[in-house]
């Protein structure tokens, strides 16, 4: 296969290709994605469970025109964690659901009204950096899976090093030196060497994979419903709509389509939404689109849904593996964190790509302060909180360009701004 090959949306691959492909789309997403029950307390086999089922839905739901794999979403891990600690983990799913729902009847009123109205409130001026800093602003995530960020009076310990340097050397390299075949698996080389790696310097433990029973069923749960956890829960909503329509504009860059056209928008954040819901109903944590996934497509240029297909199907089939699933959990912070540095910095790139296909025009007042305010909001550390939810980085950073986009359209149709002189 030629390096420089695009290997479309609809395009089918050969099983031989389809799976090496689908099991490095389910590695690059599993180290992020088993964090979220991690912290939650709960066991991750109902989470690749749903993760599986989850972009199945999302797939059949958007006819196979969006290629994204839906992982474990942080947004909801603050509230999250005061509806647990309030109510208990049953009260938290009802909270899922309900802001599932909500979010299932936001997307048939974007249906209604159509999603032009994004690029009057988020035109590529501001939707360059935003797309920029979901990457950008997990650069200190990245760094601190890797152990490279001890805690102070520590030191980065050496195997920690080797090991990080192993994986992203691999990454670096074999996506620009690999040929034919190898040249669209760099990502799952580079997990390879980097594991073989921590075997060899001994930071990883087979405990737990010895503990572990051959066959297990994931463990289901049923919701129970409280109002004040709801209520505590939804403001997450706007968090992760705005996430979603920032990793689908970005899907989309890397794709060459419009996805916010075709399949549009309301099928898109319906499938994220309702994925949501049915994960609150199983016992699982809410589902959305991701980033390391998205990476990977740019990395690749291997867009398929049936990579991502194949990655869910295997992502079901080791939640009921339960030395399987305990194996994959041994893939050490290092390696997870070698793969992000290239990952997250491929969708920053991928928003400056915005503002160059675009050919945004500095000269202009109203485009120079969209994306200069923008940028130094999401990468400044500063929190706005609105009681439960917590609105920082990339998400506040939208928030304020979508504000101050408005405000300079109305400028505009007034003949307010000086970009015209």
């Given at each position: 296969m030629d390096k420089k090959e695009i290997i479309?949306?609809?395009?089918?691959?050969?099983?031989?290709?389809?799976?090496?492909?689908?099991?490095?789309?389910?590695?690059?997403?599993?180290?992020?994605?088993?964090?979220?029950?991690?912290?939650?307390?709960?066991?991750?086999?109902?989470?690749?469970?749903?993760?599986?089922?989850?972009?199945?839905l999302f797939i059949l739901i958007t006819k196979g025109k969006s290629p994204a794999y839906l992982g474990s979403s942080f947004a909801f891990l603050a509230s999250g964690a005061i509806v647990i600690e309030q109510f208990g983990y049953q009260y938290a799913l009802g909270a899922f659901v309900a802001v599932g729902f909500c979010g299932c009847i936001l997307s048939v009123v974007i249906y209604h009204f159509g999603s032009d109205w994004i690029h009057i409130v988020l035109p590529p001026a501001a939707m360059g950096p935003v797309v920029a800093l979901i990457g950008l602003e997990l650069a200190t995530t990245a760094a601190d899976n890797a152990g490279l960020l001890p805690a102070e009076g520590q030191k980065i310990m050496g195997s920690n090093v080797i090991v990080f340097f192993v994986t992203i050397g691999v990454a670096v390299f074999g996506s620009v030196m690999f040929k034919k075949f190898l040249s669209v698996i760099p990502i799952l080389i580079a997990i390879l060497c980097g594991y073989v790696a921590a075997i060899a310097t001994h930071i990883i433990d087979f405990e737990a994979v010895k503990a572990a029973s051959f066959f297990a069923f994931p463990n289901f749960i049923s919701p129970k419903f409280d109002i004040n956890a709801i209520i505590i829960m939804l403001p997450v909503l706007l968090v992760i709509s705005s996430e979603h329509i920032g990793h689908q504009i970005v899907t989309g860059k890397i794709i060459g389509r419009d996805l916010l056209k075709d399949p549009g928008l309301h099928r898109s954040l319906f499938a994220d939404n309702f994925s949501t819901m049915i994960s609150g109903c199983i016992g699982s944590v809410p589902t959305t689109t991701y980033g390391e996934n998205i990476g990977v497509m740019a990395v690749t240029r291997v867009y398929s849904v049936y990579v991502i297909a194949g990655a869910a199907i295997l992502s079901i089939f080791c939640s009921f593996i339960g030395k399987l699933s305990a194996l994959i959990g041994t893939i050490p912070g290092p390696v997870i964190g070698g793969i992000s540095f290239l990952l997250y910095g491929m969708i920053g790139t991928s928003g400056i790509r915005i503002l160059v296909d675009s050919k945004v025009d500095f000269s202009k007042s109203k485009n120079l302060i969209l994306t200069s305010v923008i940028f130094v909001t999401g990468l400044s550390s500063v929190t706005v909180d609105l009681g439960s939810v917590k609105l920082s980085g990339m998400i506040l950073a939208c928030i304020v360009g979508m504000i101050l986009s408005l405000l300079f359209y109305i400028l505009d149709k007034f003949h307010l701004t000086n970009d015209g002189e």
């Open positions: 479309q949306v609809e395009q089918k691959v050969p099983v031989s290709l389809l799976i090496p492909l689908s099991i490095q789309h389910m590695f690059a997403m599993f180290g992020a994605s088993v964090l979220v029950p991690f912290l939650f307390g709960i066991n991750s086999a109902i989470v690749l469970f749903m993760n599986g089922v989850g972009t199945l």
